[in-house]
C-alpha cells in the first residue's frame, strides 16, 4: 500500500486538535492576565523610587 502525504491518522489530528485548543485557552489566560496587570510603565512610581533611593545615599 502506498502512503500519501494527504493522509492524516485519526490519532494525529486528535493530538493537533488539542494543541490548537489549548494554545487558544493560553492565549485567552494571556490576554486576561495582561488587563489585570498591565506592564505598562509606572512614571510616577519610578521617579520616587529614584528619589527614595538617592536620599538613602
Known amino acids: ?8 491518522s485519526l490519532d494525529e489530528a486528535r ?3 488539542g494543541h490548537v485548543v ?4 493560553l492565549d485567552a ?3 486576561r492576565f495582561e ?3 498591565p506592564t ?3 512614571p510616577i512610581k ?3 523610587r529614584k ?3 538617592k536620599k538613602k545615599r
Do not use: I, S, Y
Request: net charge positive; glycine share 0%; charged share 45%.
Open 29 to 31: 489566560m494571556a490576554e
Open 15 to 17: 493530538r493537533l486538535k
Open 22 to 25: 489549548k494554545e487558544e485557552k
Open 1 to 8: 500500500m502506498k502512503k500519501t502525504k494527504n493522509v492524516v
Open 40 to 42: 505598562k510603565a509606572t
Open 35 to 37: 488587563a489585570a496587570l
Open 46 to 48: 519610578d521617579f520616587l
Open 51 to 53: 528619589k527614595k533611593n
